[in-house]
């Protein structure tokens, strides 16, 4: 509920696993602010004099086999998957929340192939849909965001469709309706602010899933090219010397994980704190 | 626009709405559902006009009708003289501030999500004739009219009690001053002691505004205590109409007969209930021949089954759809 | 000795916004093949005091006070013993029968399966049991409807239904929590014939609850008027509504419309009913009461004798019933 914020606040300081998503977020996010102007070492530029360091000081979690600061290349990473997630989320929500809300303003034949089209989409993994991508335009950064990207309409096509019907069946939608309304000012006026919260829920899961993918991507070499750093190829460059030190590729491993875990307890908390009657229940 | 008293605010004839329902078997024709068989009736300027059934008798999607929220499959519906199936989108957005509707529900009826003061002036934002301070005089106007104050225009749904709430629907209905509101079971989802003030108050603002109102309800004494006039409904035909005095003393189809026989009247004491009607509604999927009522009627003749009943003129306004009208008791 | 004796019931709830005395200083007593109506608006209690009853609060409510079932206190019967009590000497019926069958069993293994678990029958003579049952209760080719499924009946025969399983275990006393508010007119008064005949017929004792004044008056022998979590007043059914004395009750009896009236202005009660979390310490109406004064708001009132039986709880009876409910709520 929007109405009083400040039990919203309340609620949320209370809501423990929200406050634990919340600080490995921010978290995340501040790391990827900061190295935008510092970084403790070189993320990028090879330094082959300083390969293979163990943490010091200096190097605070060591350097890879090219000699780069593996704790500056993930702040960095972050703003690469931060990026990414942000860029790929934002197409899938406009694109599928668009197309859910028409499907669902419509009905008829409009929905049903609005969700065919999702059904279809839903049989191509991000994964395959980048392959598929790669081969057209090439493999690099701007690939991975549009295969997320694209994978995420049908998860937001549906989502919104199956909560803006429901709205769509109350009686304050046939009361806009008895007032002269059309479609798009009720979808505008009614339909989206009552599902905006389960959007946003979605969103953050999407964004966790979509870090994943990410890292996915570029562990397979699909995604962000050299020299940007990213978490998923610097998973891929370690897996090489995984015997000889194992810490680099459990590094962005576990910040991937860490991520991830974030979002998704910041997810499952927003649902809990955006619907009373769930909190309520608790 | 005020219509001349000749022309009847709402002029219902021979409204049909038939719906098919989803298939369910590839080779056979998918089902219809008959909600409405043909429907007429009209409302003059400053009446009351109660409609009642039981479920499945077509009165809810009566009402959708003639707010313009379903299309029929026959038949028009003229308010204040227009057509409303034939007219252009424009033409009925602009027309709709004469006619406004409430709804059952005062908890699904208003969005949760807007405040008072947006939800009451929700029929003001369609035509923008009205300029956003003249809109917020409006509503504090209306709000007060209802018995609420001004300044819980900025207050949300929820800090509202059922009863109130549904104050604010009627403001919501009554902010473009309409000249008919169709009210769908206004009161039924209110406690008895909260039915009673919604109940006045509709009475009140009849009597300080001039609105005409069709009256849905399953409540026979609701709509007794409201309306002028009744219409019965069974099975998506009105089967017995006429001044609601007249019709409730001394019915004159044994379906209208039966209704008020199964009323539960408190003080009466125990066990003086009236035998009970048998069976239930027959299903909405089929139209058969001769009367729609003959299966569970006590009087049902042979005739009744081959012969369906039309609508005839008993003389002072009551009409009924019986064979043998005149042979109903008065109970 | 009575059947059924509730002595000094006090449910309290855990709501959101702190305790709630859904249920306060009930008490009655039930006889055998007597009938009980407890009537009163949306959050009165009655639910409450039924489902304190059957030992079917919800989680996190407490109770206090006696509910004797012949020699045992229901409330303080462990779960297991309970178990045994509801259903074979207290059976229940709601308001909405589709939800209280389930969607995806026959008919007739719902109204089969207390026969198999409680008494005990092999499924054989279960089955006929169950169709005798449904017989009973006056579903139409009760043989064939055994094999259906709860959506192909109407909202009646589900009703029915209820009963039927209901009787199952030949239960002393049948609780019926608005049993006919989701129905129409014409099958609630089928549905209430049928109650009122199995009660006498098969000499249980029956408690029904309703809203609707209308329908307590017309079916039963004592009515018990709530407000606020506690009986306001309480009286065999002829002297209770030939001569009704609390405030509320006259408001809400004035306050109704009713067939055949003279359409005059009806009475009405100022506000709404009270929040359960928030009630006053004295009288729960004095909010609403027009003639309340600082001894309504101090403590509870007593119940007072009105007629034979017929008690009120209100310390200002005389001038209640001196004056006709227009004036008192004018």
Redesign the interface.
Known sequence: MSGPGGSFLARALRHRSFMLGGALTVGMLGMAAISLFWTPGEAISLNVAHRMRPPSLEYWLGTDKFGRDIFSMLMAGAQNSITVGVVAVSIGLVAGVILGAWASAKRGWIEEAVMRFSDFSFAFPAILSAIMLTAIIGPGGVTSILAIGIYNIPVFARLTRGVANAVWAREFVLAARAAGKGAVRITIEHVLPNILSIIIVQATISFAIAILAEAALSYLGLGTQPPQPSWGRMLSEAQALIFLAPMQAIYPGVTIALSVFGLNLLGDGLRDLLDPRLARKR | MNAPATVPVLAVEELQRHYTLPREHLFREPGKVYALNGVSFEIQPGRSFGVVGESGCGKSTLARTVMALETPTAGTVRILGHDLFDLDKDALRALRRHFQMVFQDPYGSLDPRHKVGRVVAEPLTVSDEVGARDRVEKVADVLRSVGLKAADMDKYPHEFSGGQRQRIAIARALVTRPELIVADEPVSALDVSVQAQVLNLMRDLQDSFGVTYMLISHDLAVVEYVCDEVAVMYLGRIVERGRTEALFARPSHPYTRALLDAVPRPGVGRAKRGAALKGTVMSQTALGTGCAFADRCPMAKPRCLEEAPPLRDLGDHHLSACHYAEDVPAG | MSLLRVENLEVTLQT?VGPARAVRDVSFQLERGQSLGIVG??GCGKSMTALALMGLLPEGATTAGRVMLGEDDLLTMPENELCGVRGNRLAMIFQEPMTSLNPLHTIGAQVMEPLLLHRGLHKSEARDEAYRLLDQVGIPNAKSRLDNYPHQL????RQRVMIALALSCDPDILIADEPTTAL???????I??LI?QLVSRLGMSLILIS???????????RVMVMYGGTVVESGP??SL??ALAHPYTR???A???????K?E??????G??PDLADLPTGCTFAGRCPLVTEACRAAPPPRLPVADGHEAACIHLDLATAARPSELFS
């Open positions: 959101s608006e949306s109407s909202g009646g025969q129409d007119v014409t099958i609630q008064s089928q209430l014939d009122e809203h609707d004044l209308g329908v307590i008056s017309e079916s039963v022998d059914t002829q509504f030939h408001g809400l009896f306050s109704m419309p009713r067939l055949g009236g359409r202005r009806l009475t009405t009660i100022p709404t009913v």
